[in-house]
């Protein structure tokens, strides 16, 4: 998709709400096709909103909206974490998006800023997210904003059907 020539002055970070749950969910649906990772995506609105506004939330999310239009542009998609070495809470950064034609604006920084800040202002030991080892202009802008990319670890992962194997004695 091509960047927008329209001027974009009106846009602004807030907490995503209950009703953003349809846009976010598009726009994971655009990140999952930009990772070529379509096929495991599962969500949907309904889920979304559930574990997002529901009586226990597993995450929470920042979102860029574009005043001018009333559209959401990018997302911010996080969790709590803690560490054991720190004995302090974090945040785990599971998607940073930008919709492609209003990125290098300088929105996806802001999103960025917006949750480190959040980090800090909960007194958060550190921040962290993993990224694609193709997607250089991610790792570009981690680099530049300071972060550290630990090539010493592995994400280690386990799916659901998995987990049941394990739990079975069949793993």
């Avoid at 909206?65 to 809470?89: H, K, M, Q």
């Avoid at 785990?92 to 480190?116: N, Q, V």
């Avoid at 972060?147 to 010493?152: F, K, R």
Wanted: proline fraction near 5%; charge should be negative; glycine fraction near 8%.
């Amino acid at each position: 998709m091509k960047k927008s020539s329209e001027p974009l002055h009106d846009w602004h970070i807030r907490p995503a709400q209950p009703s953003d749950a349809g846009p976010i969910c598009r726009m994971i649906a655009e990140l999952a096709e930009f990772e070529h990772l379509t096929h495991l995506m599962e969500v949907t609105p309904e889920t979304l909103a559930s574990h997002l506004f529901g009586a226990t939330p597993a995450a929470e999310a920042l979102v860029a909206e574009n005043r001018t239009r009333d559209v959401l542009i990018g997302y911010a998609l996080f969790f709590p974490t803690f560490s054991t070495f720190l004995g302090r809470p974090g945040l785990w950064l599971e998607d940073l998006y930008i919709s492609p034609e209003y990125r290098a604006r300088g929105i996806g920084r802001a999103l960025l800023t917006a949750y480190i800040k959040l980090a800090q202002d909960r007194g958060c030991g550190r921040c962290e997210w993993s990224v694609l080892d193709w997607n250089k202009t991610a790792m570009a802008l981690y680099r530049a904003s300071g972060a550290e990319i630990l090539s010493e670890w592995r994400i280690v992962r386990m799916d659901s059907e998995g987990m049941g194997r394990y739990l079975e004695g069949k793993s």
